[in-house]
Nanobody
Framework: HVQLVESGGGSVQAGESRRLSCVTSGYTSTTSCVAWVRQVPGKEREGVAGIRTGPSNTFYADSVKGRFTISLDIYKNTLTLQMNNLKAEDTAMYYC??????????????????????????WGRGTQVTVS
């Protein structure tokens, strides 16, 4: 299994920026998806952004397009989510998730396109982002 540890959450004002990081261990494949999924209490989880580097492919939820940028440093095993122009509705617990080694071909319930077509196998514990 891949271990995923998120960091970077906190409280920010609307319009400000925040960068989340997720350090992965045991992740060696560029053909798998690593992604950010968020959840607000009482609501279903939402796929925010995902990335697959071999071949290169990314996904962004419509609600974050143009504001969030996902990137993956395969040498540092670190996934980053740069969040700009944050809004109150971005308040959520943000989870890092991976489908490595992607042997389970169950469709991703978060509908994250070809970047992340399969169900996530491993999850981090999450980092809270609060925008006021």
């Amino acid at each position: 299994h891949v271990q995923l540890v998120e960091s970077g959450g906190g409280s920010v004002q609307a319009g400000e920026s925040r960068r989340l990081s997720c350090v992965t261990s045991g992740y060696t494949s560029t053909t798998s998806c690593v992604a950010w999924v968020r959840q607000v209490p009482g609501k279903e989880r939402e796929g925010v952004a995902g990335i697959r580097t071999g071949p290169s492919n990314t996904f962004y939820a419509d609600s974050v397009k143009g504001r969030f940028t996902i990137s993956l440093d395969i040498y540092k095993n670190t996934l980053t989510l740069q969040m700009n122009n944050l809004k109150a509705e971005d308040t959520a617990m943000y989870y890092c998730a991976s489908d490595f080694p992607a042997r389970d071909r169950t469709p991703n319930p978060f509908n994250m396109g070809p970047a992340c077509p399969f169900v996530f196998r491993d999850w981090g514990r999450g980092t809270q982002v609060t925008v006021s």
